[in-house]
């Protein structure tokens, strides 16, 4: 039996050639776009409206959250959040893994319990316990060594118990005593006749333990600034990593309100949207949308990030690779044709009633080697050189030659790959011509009918 020949495309090529200048393509499109972002910068940008929110001061543009902005417009929301984080009673104290090992808190699906599963694999990736790493280190590594009364007082509260190790379950953070302090001074301080300023705390009599003294150091050390060094230090000369401190100021509430002020809440697309009403950032629309659908109740499911998570899968990663196979969403490229435009000049040369060209005016057909021999040096050459030529704009080989269409093809695949990458899961589809399903008729040579999808 005479073994198979395999075609080779420099020999078989007999379609149209055309020079192309790579660099100065790319040198006009790296310029225009260059352009066409500044313009629309100019037009669509987002104002950088600093931190205004309803009943606030002027915030001056480019102005940033922090300790010290919290404690100078909203003492009594940092007092009470302070406490919290003592407690063991806030949303970080209470997540679960991978920040600490709060019994229930973990996120599941049919009993599955991902962040469980990957706890047992990895253990606590980011231990964070919130009464340490929150107020006592900073209160004993900023305010302690330079105040006595401080030093003490942090020294008795945890004498008092505690599991102040990183990672502890929120309901191990405070003893039964500390919990009783904390708890009458959490009543004190939502009290009417409370009253604060960034450096101090006015309220009833009671029996609260070191807690007063404790609370007024974290108000001190975020009235100077200090704190949120703090939040913002590391053993490394150049820091970018804010989580500790993000962590602590999304515990509060002068956070969120300022967050809804501006239309960036997690009910208002989040990180979707820039301030007010400006777009944000389009390839977050899937990511951002999913916790806009009421489906999934958003406001009272406990498993809704898990749910994103999951449908991020699907929609965002399944989907856009399968969707070729998929009944269907296959179909789409024919209800909305947009390849018609891709193949515009292949169809324009079939509706008057004309062939394909298959070469060029002026420009020679590769030569064909002899059979069972490699083509000479210099025709080898030649041939490397035209074809990446072609290579560089594959669609209009598309166009002129349909025995490109296995090109057109791997374009396509490299297509829905891009278009993977950034989370789009139907734009490609609309692209996605039909030789991505279905066999061309390449038999039948550059003149011959297109394929059985595109007609």
């Known amino acids: 039996m005479a073994a198979r020949t395999k075609r080779h495309p420099l020999r078989t090529w007999r379609g149209p050639e055309r020079s192309y200048d790579l660099i100065a393509e790319g040198t006009i499109a790296v310029i225009v776009v260059a352009v066409l972002c500044i313009l629309a910068a100019s ?23 922090s300790a010290k902005y919290w404690d100078v417009n909203d003492p009594s929301d940092l007092a009470q959040t302070a406490v919290q984080e003592l407690l063991g009673g806030t949303t970080t104290a209470g997540y679960g893994p991978p920040f600490n090992q709060t019994t229930g808190a973990s996120q599941e699906i049919i009993g599955i319990k991902p962040a469980e599963i990957a706890k047992a694999i990895f253990g606590l990736t980011l231990p964070i316990n919130t009464a340490n790493h929150f107020v006592l280190a900073p209160v004993s590594q900023l305010a302690a060594p330079s105040n006595r009364a401080v030093a003490a007082a942090v020294s008795r509260y945890k004498a008092a118990g505690g599991d102040l190790s990183p990672g502890a379950a929120a309901d191990q953070v405070a003893s039964s005593q500390q919990t009783t302090w904390l708890n009458n001074y959490a009543k004190a301080l939502a009290a009417s006749s409370a009253k604060f300023t960034p450096t101090s705390i006015t309220v009833k009599a009671g029996n609260y333990g070191p807690v007063p003294v404790i609370i007024g150091a974290e108000l001190a050390i975020a009235s100077n600034g200090s704190l949120d060094g703090y939040f913002q230090g590391s053993q490394q000369q150049l820091s970018t990593n804010t989580t500790q401190g993000t962590m602590f100021f999304s515990d509060g509430t002068l956070w969120e309100t300022i967050a809804e002020a ?27 949308g999913m916790y806009q659908i009421p489906a999934l109740n958003p406001s009272n499911n406990a498993n809704l990030d898990l749910d994103v998570g999951l449908l991020m899968i699907l929609f965002g990663f399944l989907l856009p690779m399968f969707a070729p196979w998929i009944p269907g969403i296959n179909r789409i490229p024919r209800w909305i044709p947009l390849y018609k435009i891709i193949y515009r000049k292949y169809y324009a040369n079939m509706a008057g009633g004309q062939q394909p060209p298959t070469e060029l005016q002026g420009e020679p057909i590769p030569p064909t080697a002899p059979s069972g021999g490699a083509p000479p040096a210099g025709d080898l050459e030649n041939s490397l050189v035209g074809l990446k030529d072609r290579l560089s704009d594959p669609f209009e080989d598309c166009a002129d030659a349909l025995t490109a269409a296995r090109r057109c093809r791997l374009v396509r695949v490299i297509g829905v790959l891009i278009f993977v990458n950034a989370r789009t899961c139907v734009a490609f589809v609309l692209l996605a011509a039909d030789p991505l399903n279905h066999r061309a008729a390449l038999a039948s040579g550059p003149g011959g009918p297109a394929p059985r999808g595109l007609r």
């Open 43 to 65: 037009l669509w940008g987002s104002p950088d409206g600093g931190l205004t929110y309803p009943g606030g001061p002027k915030s001056p543009a480019g102005q940033a959250f």
């Open 262 to 288: 501006q239309g960036v809440g997690g009910d208002q697309w989040g990180v979707m949207n820039e301030l007010w009403n400006f777009p944000g950032q389009v390839w977050l629309w899937l990511y951002a």
